[in-house]
């Protein structure tokens, strides 16, 4: 009896084992990817599967299997697999993308070609597409690949690297994945994995977490506005001095980003003081785009400091949410406190509702995206600083601007005896790029028109000296300035370097000081403005200017490269110019005085006819 016991209790044990390991290969199997990762994170509570964004095959006992037909061995979000992961079941945002600036670089590419070539026939984009122009007619992007000259050549070995199609991955600070990974699947400052799974842990290049990052934070942002315009960086109180090569004891200077440049402080933009994110002023259409393709960064954001402000003449504009789907309900769904129907949204500048700023009981609220605070915006429709007559072709940001990052002297060459990466093609190519400058500063700044024809802060863009190096070691271009507009000329570009304060200058500063401008650094003698600062490549013409003024004759030598602008002319210097008689007297822009349109003919005559004590107040009356 106890030998049947024991037979029994033996065939149990053996049955236990050889069941417990056919249950555990049946769950390794339906276990799949989870076998392997069995600590990664959810994407998102709408994303479920591997297989569903990453293909492959999760049945698979082996790493090698499993992955063979997955889409990239890491980033299914990659463009040339769009169409297979995130475009199947988001195919509006796809079409959005594949037309947004941000992935096609067409106005970059653009005004590489306008500052190096003279010229601009076709459209030229990251990558060759079928799209719509801004007006709805078709429009074909030639892909750069096949543009063969110095601007086609700088874009892809020099700038392509911040563009989204492109992994980087060598940048601390500015690196970040391709496609749609490059916003909602962030990498941190050296592009290393920190989450849970094991397996890939601390590997390199991966996104920080595997969990979705619906609304980018500002340090997505930082990934590539953190050169040319720098704004990510104005807008956090970041100043690139380019001084990262200075040694500090013992130890590397404390904040660096990309290229071994040291970060220094300044104010930061009144808005992050505040607490607001890149993406509580930014919509989803100025970052992803509309769908259209369009020339320039300008033409498809569309938000202005008016939208929420105001301006001295006119309120900002609202609506009444009616549609049951309208966008600010989807787009609000993953915010913290999203529109509901019937909510009044305050309009963009192109007439767009926001999803997150409000009109409440005659106040412009903006919520926060992320964290739901409520920021009442200051409207200043009718305050008299905000009338002054004269000041209606001003941006907003001409007087706000706290700092405005500028790079003069740009010294760029190129030499086909060294090889480069083409990182658009892939490959190494003959032709290497390097870049040295002269001088930077934050503040003053210089004045001209934009591309709407307002008065606004302009920056070098580009203040290029080429330098070109033959294949047989020969130099054919030595510090060349390229034509823009039929001649040989320097170039300046408007910006707004997101990096607002609520103090300004004083009337005597803009009005007296020849650097607002566009003279540079220099002084009055007689009727001339004697230059401090001079350019290397014009012995009388200023580094940091773009006029000259001589025995009372103004002349520019540089161009504004956007459409419609160009700088001041001659007689617009003359009436900033003669304010000042005013300001000795009407120092406050509170003055009454300014309400009312200066009469510039009597100013002409007073200064021909300085004793009168009673010319600049007749005047500024019109008496």
Not at 64 to 90: F, I, K, T
Not at 324 to 344: C, K, Q, T
Request: glycine fraction near 10%.
């Amino acid at each position: 009896m106890k030998r049947w016991w024991w037979l029994i209790a033996v065939t149990l044990a053996v049955a236990a084992v050889l069941g417990g390991a056919w249950y555990a290969d049946r769950s390794r199997k339906r276990a799949g990817c989870r076998s392997c990762h069995a600590q990664l994170e959810d994407v998102s509570p709408n994303h479920s599967g591997c297989v569903s964004c990453h293909a492959g095959t999760a049945a698979a006992t082996s790493k090698e299997v499993a992955h063979e037909q997955m889409l990239g061995p890491r980033n299914p979000a990659q463009p040339q697999y769009w169409q297979d992961s995130c475009g199947r079941c988001h195919p509006f945002q796809l079409r959005r993308m594949q037309a947004n600036l941000m992935f096609t670089n067409s106005g970059f590419i653009r005004n590489i070609r306008l500052t190096w070539e003279g010229g601009e026939q076709g459209v030229y984009a990251t990558a060759g597409a079928d799209t719509f122009a801004a007006d709805g007619t078709p429009l074909h992007l030639l892909p750069v690949a096949s543009l063969d000259n110095l601007a086609g050549e700088l874009y892809r070995k020099y700038c392509s690297l911040c563009h989204v199609g492109i992994e980087s991955r060598q940048s601390w600070r500015a690196s970040h994945a391709a496609g749609c990974a490059a916003c909602h699947f962030p990498f941190n400052a050296d592009a290393t994995y920190q989450g849970r799974d094991l397996t890939v842990r601390g590997k390199w290049p991966y996104s920080a977490s595997h969990r979705m990052e619906a609304l980018p934070g500002d340090d997505v942002c930082l990934h590539c506005h953190n050169r040319s315009g720098r704004i990510a960086l104005s807008y956090r109180g970041w100043n690139d001095g380019n001084n990262g090569a200075v040694p500090v004891r013992q130890a590397f200077p404390a904040n660096m980003i990309s290229g071994g440049r040291n970060i220094s402080h300044i104010q930061a933009d009144i808005h992050q003081r505040r607490g607001m994110e890149c993406i509580d002023c930014h919509t989803s259409r100025d970052v992803m785009g509309d769908g259209y393709a369009y020339g320039n960064m300008y033409q498809q954001t569309e938000i202005s400091c008016e939208d929420c402000h105001g301006s001295g003449a006119e309120a900002p504009r609202h609506k009444v949410l009616r549609r049951e789907h309208a966008a600010p309900l989807r787009e609000g769904r993953s915010y913290r406190r999203g529109a509901v129907n019937g909510d009044v949204m305050v309009l963009t500048a192109k007439g767009r509702p926001y999803s997150n700023v409000y009109y409440r009981d005659g106040r412009v609220v903006l919520v926060g995206k992320r964290d739901g605070r409520e920021h009442i915006s200051k409207v200043i429709t009718g305050s008299a600083v905000h009338r002054i007559a004269g000041h209606g072709r001003l941006e907003c940001y001409a007087c706000h601007s706290a700092a405005v990052p500028q790079c003069f002297g740009c010294h760029t060459s190129y030499d086909k005896t060294r090889l480069g990466i083409d990182f658009i093609r892939n490959e190494m190519t003959p032709g290497r790029f390097a870049e040295r400058e002269d001088y930077r500063r934050v503040y003053p700044f210089p004045l001209a028109l934009d591309q709407r024809g307002k008065i606004a802060p302009v920056t070098p863009g580009c203040q290029t000296f080429v330098t070109v190096v033959d294949e047989t070691g020969t130099t054919v271009r030595r510090e060349d300035v390229s034509r823009f507009r039929a001649k040989k000329q320097l170039r300046f570009a408007p910006i707004y370097s997101h990096n607002s304060s609520t103090a300004v200058p004083g009337c005597s500063e803009c009005h007296a000081n020849p650097q607002f401008l566009g003279f540079g650094q220099g002084g009055m003698r007689g009727r001339s403005i004697e230059v401090t600062l001079l350019c290397e490549q014009g012995d009388d013409l200023p580094l940091d200017g773009y006029m000259v003024m001589r025995a009372g004759r103004i002349k520019s030598f540089a161009a504004v490269v956007r459409e419609h602008s160009r700088p001041l002319n001659a007689a617009e210097v003359r009436r900033v110019l003669a304010v000042n008689q005013c300001l000795v007297c009407h120092d406050d822009a509170k003055d009454p005085v300014y309400q009312r349109p200066l009469d510039y003919a009597r100013l002409d005559a007073c200064l021909r006819r300085a004793g009168d004590d009673g010319c600049q107040r007749r005047a500024v009356s019109g008496d």
